[in-house]
């Protein structure tokens, strides 16, 4: 039985597509070549062949600090990672954004569960207990800061703050809730490589199904007005 991610791949791959700030393209011998979305007219990119090469490229951002969150829109530049098959491209792209495949392929047969904010929070133990005493007006503002595509995050939402599915931020653009808006336009600072009126190829997006740790370690943050 075909893996289900890799027959998404296969539809998607009709034509360039965007997964995050990777651009995914077949070449005329049916390889693919990923790389950095904004690189891609320049010739002189570093070369890798192998699958497992996307998770040093992933780790370090462009001016060589680690990278905690893998969708934080500050992905490094200047490679060019060649791949044989689809299975290695779907596990290559499960390097640069663990997890986000699988929930794509959940949520395009209308099979994923999010999770609100408050549950999240609620069975949190030991130090991040203390992480559900946010207010819902502090919930507003971290999420707003701390998700945000230009320079936060560059999933989109789809959990709710609460079970009576209040808005996980109301600063936040409607986009950022919209699988179907390019997160990583509105990451981009005015005149980079890849503008919002540019020609975007199509995209796959990376869908946040529920707060990650980090958030929960930034609600934490806030109650302990650290
Ligand atoms: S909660 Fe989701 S959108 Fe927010 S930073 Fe974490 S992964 Fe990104």
Known sequence: MPNPIDTLLESALSAPFCFGQVLVEKTT????????RDDETMDRLQRFRCPEDAIEIAKYDDVGNYRPLKTAP????GWRLELETLEDLRHALDYFYPGRLAVFAAWKSDKL???????????????????????DSQVND????FCRSNGGCLR???????????IA?????????????????????????????????ATVPLLCQEACNLL???CRKVVKGE
């Not at 971290?142 to 800061?145: G, M, Q, R, T």
């Open 29 to 36: 011998t049916e390889c693919f070549v990923l790389s950095h």
């Open 74 to 77: 500050n992905l490094r530049h």
């Open 113 to 135: 569960r999010t999770t609100p904010l408050r549950e999240t929070l609620d069975r949190q133990s030991g130090m991040y207990r203390v992480a559900a005493k946010i207010s």
């Open 142 to 145: 971290l999420v707003a800061d």
């Open 156 to 166: 989109t939402i789809l959990w709710k703050r609460d079970a009576d599915g209040a």
């Open 169 to 201: 931020s109301t600063k936040l653009p409607k986009d950022k809730f919209d699988p179907a808006r390019d997160q990583a336009t509105a990451a981009n600072p005015p005149g980079s490589a890849t503008p919002a009126t540019a020609a975007i190829p």
């Open 216 to 218: 929960v370690a930034e």
